[in-house]
């Protein structure tokens, strides 16, 4: 196994995704769940994506960036992020969280927590399907897909929500 898988047990690693930096891995929910071999896919998963995969989550972040300041306005800040390539040097990862969706399809997500210098107030969360399957990007507000937090149906899910 990857991980002493526990519920709650944070053990801090490296990953390809963010160039080895070391974040705290969080499981929950993995003790009391019927298929805890599903926690330790969605890690082995996860511990596959690198930067290509870092570098397609970009373009989505750098949109969801660029929705923000159409929205409060440019002047707002005391920078710009001119690219999907640059939007990293603005946001600083601070935990990943393991585990099960309770509706819908049940699969365990993984969820990477970060601070960005757009959004100071609700920060960041990308959001990996099974470990591998990039289904969210949005500010932190304890949703897991776009559909469970605007009640769309499954089929109208989608990565980013531009309104």
Same mark, same amino acid.
């Given at each position: 196994?990857?991980?002493? +898988?526990?519920?709650?047990?944070?053990?801090?690693?490296?990953?390809?995704?963010?160039? $080895?930096?070391? +974040?705290?891995? #969080?499981l929950? $929910?993995v003790?009391?769940?019927?298929?805890?071999s599903?926690?330790?896919?969605?890690?082995?998963?996860?511990?596959?994506l690198?930067?290509?995969?870092r @570098? @397609?989550?970009?373009?989505?972040?750098?949109?969801?960036?660029?929705?923000?300041?159409?929205t409060?306005?440019?002047?707002?800040?005391?920078? &710009?992020i001119? =690219?999907?390539?640059?939007?990293?040097?603005? /946001? &600083?990862? &601070?935990?990943?969280?393991?585990? !099960?969706?309770?509706?819908? %399809?049940? =699969?365990?997500? /993984?969820? #990477?927590?970060?601070?960005? !210098?757009?959004?100071?107030?609700?920060?960041?969360?990308? #959001?990996?399907? =099974?470990?591998? &399957?990039?289904? !969210?990007? =949005?500010?932190?507000?304890?949703?897991?897909?776009?559909?469970?937090?605007?009640?769309?149906?499954?089929?109208? %899910?989608?990565? #980013?929500?531009? $309104?």
């Amino acid at each position: 196994m990857i991980l002493k +898988l526990r519920s709650g047990y944070g053990a801090w690693l490296r990953s390809a995704y963010f160039s $080895g930096l070391k +974040l705290p891995f #969080i499981l929950r $929910g993995v003790e009391e769940d019927s298929a805890p071999s599903e926690f330790e896919s969605a890690l082995k998963a996860f511990f596959r994506l690198g930067s290509a995969e870092r @570098q @397609q989550a970009g373009r989505y972040v750098f949109r969801l960036y660029r929705n923000f300041v159409e929205t409060v306005g440019e002047d707002e800040f005391d920078f &710009t992020i001119p =690219s999907a390539s640059a939007v990293w040097d603005f /946001v &600083t990862p &601070t935990e990943i969280h393991v585990f !099960r969706r309770h509706r819908r %399809d049940q =699969s365990v997500y /993984v969820e #990477i927590l970060a601070e960005c !210098r757009w959004e100071v107030e609700h920060g960041l969360v990308l #959001i990996y399907r =099974s470990g591998s &399957t990039l289904s !969210r990007v =949005s500010e932190q507000d304890g949703h897991l897909t776009t559909s469970d937090a605007f009640d769309f149906s499954e089929e109208k %899910d989608t990565i #980013i929500y531009e $309104g």
